[in-house]
């Protein structure tokens, strides 16, 4: 019986890539010059230090362009408020999503019944959702439909089956 695993993970390496790159560039262009921007990287969040917070805007944008040039989905981003720091500056923690939710995964499993093919289950399986079904044409109809739905994380789709 054809099955398949829906997950939701961050690839650190790239996002470390990423944040490397916004570095090096907001250390070397002229509208960062004397603004102290930096983003800090650890494996749950990103913190983003500007002295105001019009160039720490400045900043996520810099790094929300440098992920999408590295394939890493926005939508691992989770920003949080813009705080005051000492001196007039400005920081913000931005959280990195990974693994599926049980929300987000009750909301995949009634995805896959209301598309009513039959044979085809799903199950929450801890932070991954495992489908299977009788067919394979039915299993790449899965993973379509929930390509097209806009849910709020990254899904990637490993550990097909035959």
């Known amino acids: 019986m054809p099955t398949f695993d829906i997950v939701s993970e961050v690839d650190h390496q790239e996002v470390r890539n990423a944040v490397d790159q916004a570095n090096r560039e907001a250390s070397t262009r002229f509208d960062f010059k004397g603004t102290?921007?930096?983003i800090e990287y650890t494996e749950k969040e990103?913190?983003?230090?500007?002295s105001t917070e019009d160039r720490?805007?400045?900043?996520?944008?810099?790094?929300?362009?440098k992920m999408v040039k590295r394939q890493v989905s926005l939508k691992t981003l989770d920003p949080g408020k813009v705080e005051e720091a000492s001196h007039g500056s400005a920081r913000q923690r931005i959280g990195l999503k990974a693994g599926i939710s049980q929300d987000l995964g009750k909301k995949i499993n009634k995805m896959v019944k209301d598309l009513g093919l039959k044979g085809v289950?799903?199950?929450?399986?801890?932070?991954?959702v495992r489908v299977s079904g009788k067919q394979r044409d039915d299993l790449q109809g899965v993973i379509s439909a929930l390509k097209e739905a806009d849910l709020d994380a990254p899904l990637q789709f490993t550990n097909f089956r035959d």
């Open 36 to 38: 102290n921007a930096l």
């Open 46 to 50: 990103l913190l983003l230090s500007a």
């Open 56 to 65: 720490l805007r400045g900043l996520y944008d810099l790094l929300e362009e």
């Open 121 to 128: 289950s799903s199950s929450i399986q801890g932070d991954q």
